[in-house]
């Protein structure tokens, strides 16, 4: 029972373009919705986060927006730079339970010089 | 060090073996949180410890898998057994309170099992 879904598997953009990345999720009750960014062999770093009461969350390159009605979030990143080349997986948070954090699939950004 | 660290970064072990990893979750935070992740899938949720205890383990896919933290700091994640559908990669975290916005990863445990 998937309750976060990036249905894009991978994604190409040229150097200096945006990069939109999308997520879709089931569960209206979430609080948070993150993006952490995951190069080979390491683990996932946190990048970005918005509030479930926000619709819009901007931090340098790389913006969060949050459509509750549609339960879709999209993350920017521009310009992209090939840095940028990684992982992407989105992920929604719960503040109670213990199982609190549930994370889409990822999807592989490559950004081309 | 300031990050979560976890050993081996990996493992290659035969089918049917006992395998342990271990996670150092960030001085000072009380929750610590197993994931894996298998080739194409996404992080799929294991286990969670608020201090020592872990208030629900229905994450763990068999009872081939166990984990247990002591001292409300280094938690072990132990397979019996291994199969090979067991290949993954083990990811921890860990944030300051339980619930909290962000969570820490380690670089996590690559096993394989041949």
């Known amino acids: 029972d998937q309750q976060v879904k990036q249905n894009s598997p991978s994604l190409s953009v040229q150097e200096g373009r945006i990069s939109i990345l999308n997520c879709d999720y089931t569960n209206s009750m979430f609080d948070y919705f993150l993006w952490y960014k995951k190069y080979p062999a390491e683990g996932p770093t946190f990048l970005i986060s918005i509030s479930s009461i926000k619709d819009k969350n901007e931090d340098g390159r790389f913006t969060v927006f949050l459509n509750k009605s549609a339960k879709h979030l999209s993350l920017h990143i521009v310009p992209s730079q090939p840095g940028d080349s990684a992982v992407y997986f989105c992920a929604a948070l719960l503040l109670a339970g213990a199982n609190n954090l549930f994370f889409g699939t990822g999807t592989r950004l490559t950004v081309i010089p | 060090g300031a990050g979560v660290s976890q050993s081996p970064s990996n493992k290659v072990t035969e089918k049917g073996k006992d395998v342990e990893l271990r996670c150092d979750p960030i001085?000072?935070?009380?929750?610590l949180y197993w994931y894996r992740q298998s080739l194409g899938q996404g992080l799929e949720f294991l286990i969670y410890f608020q201090g020592n205890s872990a208030p629900d383990k229905s994450g763990l896919p068999s009872d081939r898998f166990s984990a247990e933290r002591t001292g409300g700091s280094v938690s072990t994640l132990t397979i019996q057994r291994t199969q090979q559908e067991d290949s993954a990669v083990y990811l921890c975290?860990?944030?300051?309170?339980?619930?909290?916005?962000?969570?820490?990863f380690g670089p996590g445990t690559r096993l394989t099992v041949l």
């Open positions: 001085s000072g935070h009380t929750a």
């Open positions: 975290a860990s944030s300051l309170f339980p619930g909290q916005n962000t969570q820490y």
